[in-house]
């Protein structure tokens, strides 16, 4: 009997410490897309951790029904990501093909990016839409931009 409680204490002991040793290297992401003409479609998001693949080829993605939109704002949390420079290009989705409609070279739905850089000609730098994930949580807001005014 004294055997079997040693055995159940050391592993007890092993499990505890083990639980301690584990560095908290991951958190939770509060977005909040802010903008969003309408709630037809989806909100989908690349997340990028570095600048290879930036933005067309995330390393991490995510979507969302817009079924909470209120008033043009929308709010997400996406749990356990890693710590470290992320950059986040997201897609108001309006007809749930995953991918950005174009007219000419013109993107018909709505985008965004973190940090809310300045828009041109082309999708911003990585360096322009990175922020630090460092925390349990963190928050941030993206305001979507739309190119075609109607609808």
């Known amino acids: 009997m004294k055997h079997k409680l040693l055995i159940c204490s050391l ?6 410490l083990s639980l301690f040793s584990q560095s ?3 958190g939770t992401l509060e977005i909040k897309f802010t903008e969003i003409r309408n709630s037809k479609g989806l909100i989908a998001i690349g997340i990028n951790t ?11 993605a995510f ?15 996406v ?13 108001d989705d309006e007809n749930s093909n995953l991918k950005m ?6 993107p018909k739905e709505g ?15 990585f360096e322009d839409c990175s922020f630090s994930m460092n925390s349990a949580f963190t928050r941030i807001e993206i305001r979507m931009k739309h190119s075609w005014k109607d609808k």
């Open 11 to 16: 592993i007890s002991l092993f499990y505890s």
């Open 24 to 26: 908290s290297s991951r």
């Open 50 to 60: 570095s600048p290879d693949g930036w933005p067309r080829k995330p390393q991490i």
């Open 63 to 77: 979507q969302w029904e817009k079924d909470e939109l209120v008033d043009g704002v929308f709010t997400v949390v």
């Open 79 to 91: 749990p356990d990501l890693p710590y470290g420079t992320l950059a986040i290009s997201a897609l």
């Open 101 to 106: 409609d174009m007219f000419l070279g013109i």
């Open 111 to 125: 985008f965004g990016f973190s940090m809310n850089p300045h828009v041109r000609l082309s999708a911003p730098k």
